[in-house]
């Protein structure tokens, strides 16, 4: 191979030549453009050629040094600039997740006893939690100047004495009753509240579920048997039940339960409840002598911290999510 064919043959390969990275970049610039490159050996043959092939050869070599220059220089930038823009985001990579909720275990606790009164009949009523006083005191048995209101004393409103935020649900049995005639069997969940001093066990809002019956030869036998399976299909057949005597306005007979966990030997009180007072019933336009029905009211979060072993009423509303998440299976 004569010097001129060598020189095409380098700029093809000159032309050919890869230089997608750093090292391919740096064995091109050796081979080209180095002190000891191929051009030099290339330029050493001219000595070989005559007159005019000399001529030839010398303007072989510069175009094939130039064409390595430009080629090695447009690399170089290219390969900079890779090194300077930023990696793409990789499109593989799983998405941040988007932080889920869980429900409260109120709400939960809530939906559990709720369920279990549906199971038997029960349908859901609401009534408003902003109540007058004849619906929230008088209409339960409890004239202005009873001793009973001082147990459950709430939030009037400035505007307005007469509304309050109501103490108990018990308000709904009066809601229902003056607008619908027995049969009557109605549970009623919500919120309450009290002027109460906030400690662990007691909160200035709470949430009650209530309970109404109303029929012909309703019997206090009725209310123990509808007590004893909430009792056994919330806690579990394990916990023992008792009701005793107590006193409630709007109930004759009044009666307190009381569940005891298996191993304890400390009965806590769950619950309210009697037989309709007549005179709640004649309030309500219902015949007393006709009718008879029961009413029983109880707490969600006391149960619920029974259920879980929560010790501080006040946990459940500071909506701290590493508190609330620990109940989103339930
Ligand atoms: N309302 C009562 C309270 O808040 C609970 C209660 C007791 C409700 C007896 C009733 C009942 O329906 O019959 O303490």
């Known amino acids: 191979m004569d010097a001129l064919d060598r020189a095409r043959a380098l ?76 990696l793409p985001a990789d499109l593989t990579r ?54 009973a209101r001082d147990m459950t004393d709430t939030f009037y409103l400035r505007r307005n004495p007469d509304l309050m935020l109501r103490s ?12 619908q005639k027995p049969p009557i069997r109605i549970i009623a969940p919500g919120r309450v509240y009290r002027n109460e001093t906030i400690t662990y066990k007691s909160h200035v809002f709470f949430h009650q579920i209530e309970g109404l019956y109303v029929d012909e030869q309703v019997s206090f036998a009725d209310l123990k048997q509808t007590i004893l399976y909430f009792v056994r299909e919330f806690f579990g057949a394990d916990y023992a039940c008792r009701i005793r005597p107590s006193y409630f306005p709007f109930t004759e007979i009044s009666a307190e339960v009381d569940i005891r966990r298996p191993g304890s030997d400390q009965w806590l ?9 007549p005179e709640v019933l004649r309030n309500c336009s219902i015949d007393p002598d006709r009718y008879s029905g029961f009413a029983f009211g109880m707490g969600i979060e006391r149960p619920a911290m029974l259920k879980y072993g929560i010790s501080d009423i006040r946990l459940l509303y500071e909506n701290d999510v590493r508190f609330l998440r620990q109940f989103a299976s339930a």
């Open 11 to 86: 700029l093809s390969e000159v032309e050919q030549a890869k230089l997608a990275s750093a090292a391919e970049a740096e064995a091109f610039r050796l081979r080209f453009l180095g002190s000891k490159n191929e051009l030099k050996e290339l330029m050493a043959l001219i000595k070989t050629l005559s007159g005019e092939d000399k001529k030839k050869l010398g303007q072989w070599v510069n175009t094939i040094k130039q064409q390595a220059e430009e080629k090695y220089r447009q690399a170089m930038q290219q390969l900079r600039a890779l090194e300077e823009t930023p």
């Open 94 to 147: 799983p998405g941040w997740p988007h932080a889920l909720g869980s429900r409260h275990p109120v709400s939960v606790v809530r939906e559990q006893m709720t369920d279990i009164f549906l199971r038997l009949g029960f349908a859901i009523a609401t009534g408003p939690e902003i109540e007058d006083d004849w619906h929230n005191f008088t209409a339960l048995n409890m004239p202005e100047d009873h001793p």
């Open 168 to 179: 108990q649900t018990s308000n709904v049995q009066i809601r229902i009753m003056q607008r």
């Open 269 to 277: 009180e769950i619950m309210g409840c009697g037989m309709v007072h």
